[in-house]
């Protein structure tokens, strides 16, 4: 007999859609925290960071439903074809997320944050290390898979851990050292998370390239 739950343990693109759409609602209100913030210290930071939050739990939950419908529709080769041509949108849109994300770093080198005090900050801390871990441990899981749709949330998780470490960082130095002096150190971390996170976008569309060049000249013989 069949144990309950036990779909959910053993298939893992199932328990990745579930903690996907879990992390949509997530983003939702990571948006809602920032957009108070900015209104309530004037911040352009934490209104650009609202707005990049967004924008990833609109990809996530675009990746979901464009996923569910092409299960539907296609099979085979022209599936496989199709989750192909959605992990090149992903990586298009994770570049053009790029311009949110350096006018976000431009603004938090240029602007004083203000603090929101230390539990917050622990908070934000502990969930963040849980969104990094978690990113790790799918890197992993998600290469045997050889799944590009399960690849588009792993790299969407890995762009959203990135840069909730630099939003870590800057929170972390504006309530326990006053952000005095250390915008040098901001800018430098918020400028090699965008370089990653752009590095992210360009391999998947490159990758994404690659494989629909291959996919269509065997669909071509």
């Given amino acids: 007999m069949r144990k309950p739950g036990g779909r959910f343990w053993h298939d893992y693109a199932l328990r990745t859609h579930i903690f996907t759409l ?18 309530a210290y004037s911040s352009m930071w934490y209104c650009s960071m609202a707005v ?26 022209r599936l496989a074809l199709a989750k192909t041509r959605m992990y090149l949108a992903c990586g298009i849109s994770l570049m053009v997320f790029e311009a949110a994300l350096i006018y976000a770093v431009s603004e938090m080198v240029t602007e004083k944050v203000t603090s929101t005090g ?28 050889h799944d590009p749709a399960l690849q588009c949330l792993r790299n969407i998780n890995l762009t959203d851990a990135l840069v909730s470490l630099l939003s870590l960082q800057i929170t972390m130095i504006s309530v326990f050292d006053g952000g005095n002096g250390l915008a040098r150190m901001n800018g430098i971390t918020g400028i090699a998370v965008t370089v990653i996170t752009l590095i992210i976008a360009v391999v998947m569309i490159t990758q994404a390239a690659r494989r629909l060049k291959e996919k269509e000249h065997e669909q071509g013989r």
């Fill in 52 to 77: 990049y939050y967004f924008a990833l739990g609109a990809l996530r939950g675009g990746m979901l439903i464009a996923n569910k419908q092409i299960g539907k529709r296609f099979e085979g080769g």
């Fill in 118 to 145: 230390e539990i917050m900050a622990i908070a934000i801390a502990a969930y963040t290390f849980y969104k990094v871990i978690i990113s790790i441990v799918n890197v992993k899981k998600t290469s045997r898979l």
């Fill in 22 to 39: 879990i992390a949509v609602i997530i983003n939702l209100a990571n948006v809602g925290a920032n957009i108070a913030a900015a209104v």
